[in-house]
């Protein structure tokens, strides 16, 4: 039972241009959410989060939006830039968890040149 | 953010032995957990690694494979037992302040089994 998922295995952008990596999740109880990243041979970095109580969090080009009601995330990236290439994982935790994470698949961002 | 050293950073094993992978932070912190990435897929919470008493495992985790321990609040080890080549994965320990917060990880452990 995949509660988190990303259906986007892969994605390539331009260099400037925007990236938008989405995230679905099933589990109501999800009340708090996170993107990370990884690069390959190290462990994921923390980029970004929201909570449930939001549906918006911006930290500098990274953008993160949440729609409660059809229980979808999407990270914004804007502009691109080459050294954003690595895998995003979308993470998310229920409020008496504490940090215990349910993660998606992953998605593949490339930002060509 | 608490600095998260982890080791080994990769090792080749053989099927039947047992690794032990360390995690040791260089502050004290709550809550530590234990997940796994097999390849290509996606990270999995195997157990949170509670100081002072066993591990709280997730279904489909059991602590005769994946005996933990955490002594204190700056460290904590990871044995993968009797190993098969399903076991090879990249093995993560990971630390969270709490509710609500984000969770850090450490660089992973590279595993893989022949």
């Known amino acids: 039972d995949q509660q988190v998922k990303q259906n986007s295995p892969s994605l390539s952008v331009q260099e400037g241009r925007i990236s938008i990596l989405n995230c679905d999740y099933t589990?109501?109880?999800?009340?708090?959410f996170l993107w990370y990243k990884k690069y390959p041979a190290e462990g994921p970095t923390f980029l970004i989060s929201i909570s449930s109580i939001k549906d918006k969090n911006e930290d500098g080009r990274f953008t993160v939006f949440l729609n409660k009601s059809a229980k979808h995330l999407s990270l914004h990236i804007v502009p691109s830039q080459p050294g954003d290439s690595a895998v995003y994982f979308c993470?998310?935790?229920?409020?008496?968890?504490?940090?215990?994470?349910?993660f998606g698949e992953g998605t593949q961002l490339t930002v060509n040149p | 953010s608490a600095v998260i050293s982890q080791k080994p950073s990769r090792d080749i094993c053989q099927r039947g032995t047992s690794l032990t992978i360390q995690c040791q932070v260089d502050s004290q912190v709550t809550m530590m957990f234990w997940y796994r990435q097999q390849p290509g897929q996606s990270l999995t919470l195997i157990a949170t690694?509670?100081?002072?008493?066993?591990?709280?495992?997730e279904s489909g985790f059991v602590i005769d494979k994946f005996p933990i321990s955490r002594p204190n609040l700056t460290f904590s080890t990871l044995t993968v037992s009797n190993m098969s080549p399903e076991d090879s994965s990249i093995y993560l320990c990971s630390l969270g302040g709490g509710e609500n917060t984000e969770a850090f990880f450490g660089q992973g452990t590279r595993l893989t089994v022949v």
């Open positions: 690694a509670n100081q002072g008493s066993e591990a709280t495992y």
């Open positions: 589990n109501s109880m999800f009340d708090y």
């Open positions: 993470a998310a935790s229920e409020e008496t968890s504490g940090s215990r994470l349910t």
